[in-house]
């Protein structure tokens, strides 16, 4: 099975740290994506990537950076955490090749984050 | 730009009943479909998927889901709800059209089932 790991599954900041969300797979993707979850918004791709040192922005990149190093890991940065990114961030990774296989991603539990 | 609306916020059924969950899509050429599952404190599941072929596709779990392109529709539906169906539901959409999107999804707002005994 694939299994897609997430460092915490909750975390407490405060305003202005910087804060590290760490995802692992086990299962040689080579897509991986950032997203968060709000009630009412639904899933919103924050960054995603498809190699190693690769990277592209999603659709709220504002406020985060990425990283990925290892094909098997890839972190959210929140250079200065605030309030409003306190959300649910989920991590997934998919195949690359192939036509459907890079939009079966597979989800990590996700991590819950409150910035106080 | 792609989107997806799902019109329903919370739908409640009885054990047993029929589930009919909707989703509308908006995309510029042959979409890609997807339903997802989230249980209650985890990540999200494939349930199901459309490409191509068939317009009813069948998924895990006694689910299925019919596309319809005139309706610009992709609604789940399931016979008979067990208490394990509660969770909430992710209609998504994605496709190649405009090059190589690297498996970009969007998603829809959510649908959450909960089931009465």
């Known amino acids: 099975d694939v299994k897609v790991t997430q460092s915490s599954r909750y975390l407490v900041k405060r305003t202005g740290e910087k804060v590290f969300l760490e995802c692992v797979q086990d299962m040689d993707h080579e897509n991986m994506f950032w997203y968060r979850q709000d009630p009412g918004l639904g899933l919103r791709l924050i960054y995603f990537?498809?190699?190693?040192?690769?990277?592209e922005k999603g659709d709220i990149p504002e406020g985060y950076s990425v990283s990925r190093e290892k094909k098997e890991r890839f972190s959210l940065i929140l250079e200065s955490a605030s309030t409003n990114q306190t959300s649910m961030y989920l991590c997934?990774?998919?195949?690359?090749?192939?036509?459907?296989?890079?939009?079966?991603?597979?989800f990590g539990p996700g991590t819950r984050l409150t910035v106080t | 730009a792609q989107s997806v609306t799902q019109p329903d916020i919370h739908i409640t059924v009885s054990e047993g009943a029929s589930l009919e969950l909707r989703c509308n899509y908006s995309y510029g050429a042959t979409p890609y479909l997807f339903w997802y599952v989230q249980s209650p404190g985890q990540g999200l599941q494939l349930l199901l998927k459309y490409f191509s072929g068939d317009t009813l596709v069948q998924g895990i779990k006694g689910f299925e889901a019919e596309f319809k392109r005139s309706q610009s529709s992709f609604n789940l539906r399931k016979p008979s709800v067990h208490w394990s169906d509660a969770a909430e539901y992710f209609c998504a959409v994605g496709g190649n059209a405009g090059g190589t999107s690297y498996g970009k999804l969007t998603f829809g707002q959510g649908t959450i089932l909960t089931v009465h005994p």
């Open positions: 997934a990774s998919s195949l690359l090749s192939g036509w459907v296989k890079p939009y079966e991603q597979y």
């Open positions: 990537s498809y190699d190693v040192k690769m990277k």
